[in-house]
């Protein structure tokens, strides 16, 4: 990968890091799915009036959009609201990378080989590290919430993969599109025209900044570069930089929210990291570790 390629690479993942601690920011102004329906209705309108829809049956698109951003970003955004700490959720939810791989397993008879597995079994024992430790910053309604989140995340991996080869911006953007109503409709349910009249009247600019922030560098910007870079080079060598989701994730809630980094939240923080290096580069390291013997 050029440098100056890999330098955007890392730029975007560093945005999807700090896209936690925005979050947090904006939960203190609005509530969850009000945040939610906004998000998607700024990273929908106006691009849907220049971006043609992808090439996919609606059906597909609705499925996509309905899961991979309603459910999941209902979840995540609710998670967070319910209590669990930006770095905390950014770890969580890296969960989706296994649960991906067990749905494709009893979905669609994919086999995991022996590395996903023990990948998998590290990193939910740094899930069960946190669980260990409710309270504080994490509550198990939290937990739970970003738990399903990743569930929400893994379903919508496996509708993407059924789609095939699609322009990912242009699927972005129009499954963006079917958030915001049932979005609006249950945040009217569930958090109350009073309590949405109140939020808007009193969103202050950093309600706006990170709703800005969730629109354009997160879902447009991020997706846009993320996808060229994988049309330019093999999801092999794209796809593992997404390792360093949580790092970023981690480092800047303890930056800009002050967030406490006990050892239990390092130990968790390495037993999910771990589970995702063996499960990203285990059965490549083993083979190149026969071929030298051999």
Request: some cysteine.
């Amino acid at each position: 990968m050029k440098p100056s390629h890999l330098l955007a690479a890392i730029g975007v993942v560093a945005i999807w890091g700090g896209n936690f601690v925005v979050i947090k920011l904006g939960l203190d102004e609005l509530p969850p799915l009000l945040l939610c329906a906004l998000r998607f209705l700024f990273a929908a309108v106006p691009a849907v009036f220049f971006v043609k829809r992808p090439d996919v049956p609606l059906r597909s698109v609705l499925a996509y959009g309905l899961v991979m951003f309603g459910l999941q970003f209902a979840f995540l955004f609710g998670g967070m609201a319910f209590g669990i700490s930006a770095g905390l959720a950014s770890l969580a939810l890296q969960l989706q990378s296994f649960l991906t791989i067990a749905l494709a397993a009893w979905l669609l008879g994919d086999r995991p080989s022996g590395f996903q597995v023990g990948g998998a079994l590290l990193a939910l024992s740094g899930i069960g590290v946190v669980a260990a430790n409710l309270g504080g910053d994490v509550s198990a309604q939290g937990l739970a919430a970003v738990i399903l989140a990743a569930l929400a995340w893994a379903c919508g991996n496996l509708i993407a993969k059924r789609l095939g080869k699609v322009n990912m911006f242009a699927l972005v953007v129009w499954a963006s599109l079917v958030v915001p109503l049932p979005m609006f409709g249950l945040s009217l349910l569930l958090e109350g025209p009073a309590r949405i009249a109140g939020s808007v009247a009193g969103m202050g600019w950093s309600a706006v900044a990170s709703i800005a922030y969730l629109v354009y560098p997160t879902t447009l910007l991020g997706f846009a570069v993320w996808n060229r870079l994988l049309n330019l080079y093999p999801v092999a060598s794209v796809a593992p930089l997404t390792l360093l989701v949580p790092v970023f994730g981690m480092a800047s809630s303890v930056m800009v929210l002050q967030e406490n980094l006990q050892t239990w939240k390092v130990a968790a923080f390495l037993f999910v990291i771990l589970g995702l290096c063996v499960n990203q580069f285990g059965t490549r390291l083993y083979a190149g570790i026969r071929g030298a013997r051999i």
